[in-house]
């Protein structure tokens, strides 16, 4: 329903480059009309325009959403791009880590509508997960129009309060990173133990794939699914010794590795 009332009124994207694309590719791929949108961006890739999105080209008087996709460090540059949208009708959605909904308020009114987001990169698949929170000027149906497009390529979690969303950043936003990297290592701990570069990779895509559905979709919970594969004294439990070590562990790990990333989100919103 979010993809038709957008196709029909139209969509903003401010920023094209990794988000932007991956959240614009999952909603195309959904039925988005690609003439409904208006991509902002100073080296917008061919693709693009191809696939019959307008490019850099004037803006919808009306727009259904504003979506604001540039880094944090750009949003001084880039937002008065969308100035003359600040009217109230349009919804604006930002997912820019760090950037304070008060600093969207401070460009384009308190009274604009204004959804601050933190989708993740497998969006671009229809797998991601958004957290998001509206400011007071987000009627009810404007907070539902903003999930139901994000939903439309993920799941999404509404936050009770703005501050969540650091951590939100160091968990989910930043979190495909972190499994792209446990990907890296299994793969290269593989081929330590002599398997082919390729062989260890496929087996180590295919473990995180089939371990993050059957978490995705089991009733039990991550540590019973984890019992699961261990049998005692067998070669599971070996290996876990070493991985939940309680000093030089995994969990102690991503632990720190959360820390520095919701900590960097905050000093993002400090400028
Ligand atoms: N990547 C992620 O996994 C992820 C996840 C959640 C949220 N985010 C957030 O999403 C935002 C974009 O991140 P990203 O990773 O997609 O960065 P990115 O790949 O650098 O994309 C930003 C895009 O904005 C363009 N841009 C720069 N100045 C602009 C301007 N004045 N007007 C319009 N477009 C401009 C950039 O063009 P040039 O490259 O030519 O400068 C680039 O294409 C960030 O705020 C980030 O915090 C990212």
Do not use: H
Request: proline fraction near 6%; glycine fraction near 12%; include cysteine.
């Amino acid at each position: 329903m979010a993809l038709e009332e957008v196709s029909r009124r139209g969509l903003v994207l401010l920023g094209c480059g990794r988000m932007g694309t991956a959240l614009l590719k999952g909603w195309l791929e959904r039925g988005l009309a690609p003439g409904a949108v208006t991509v902002l961006d100073p080296a917008p890739a061919d693709w693009l325009a191809e696939a019959g999105v307008r490019v850099n080209a004037a803006l919808p008087a009306d727009p259904a959403i504003a979506m604001i996709a540039v880094k944090p460090q750009m949003m001084g540059d880039a937002l008065p791009a969308l100035q003359a949208l600040g009217n109230g009708r349009t919804l604006f959605v930002s997912i820019a880590a760090g950037t304070p909904i008060a600093q969207f308020e401070e460009s384009f009114g308190s009274e604009t509508p204004i959804v601050r987001s933190m989708p993740n990169t497998p969006a671009a698949i229809g797998k991601g997960v958004t957290a998001m929170i509206g400011n007071d000027a987000a009627r009810a149906q404007d907070l539902d129009l903003a999930e139901e497009l994000l939903a439309a390529v993920g799941s999404v979690v509404r936050l009770e309060r703005e501050d969540q969303i650091d951590a939100v950043t160091g968990v989910s936003g930043s979190g495909p990173a972190y499994v792209f990297y446990m990907i890296e290592c299994l793969a290269a701990a593989g081929e330590a133990q002599g398997l082919a570069p390729d062989l260890a990779l496929e087996l180590a895509k295919a473990t995180v794939e089939g371990a993050g559905a059957l978490a995705a979709g089991a009733a039990e919970r991550p540590a019973t699914l984890r019992d699961n594969v261990t049998s005692p004294n067998g070669t599971t439990q070996a290996g876990l010794a070493v991985l939940m070590d309680e000093g030089a562990g995994l969990a102690p790990l991503i632990a720190r590795t959360v820390e520095a990333a919701t900590a960097r989100s905050k000093e993002l919103a400090n400028g």
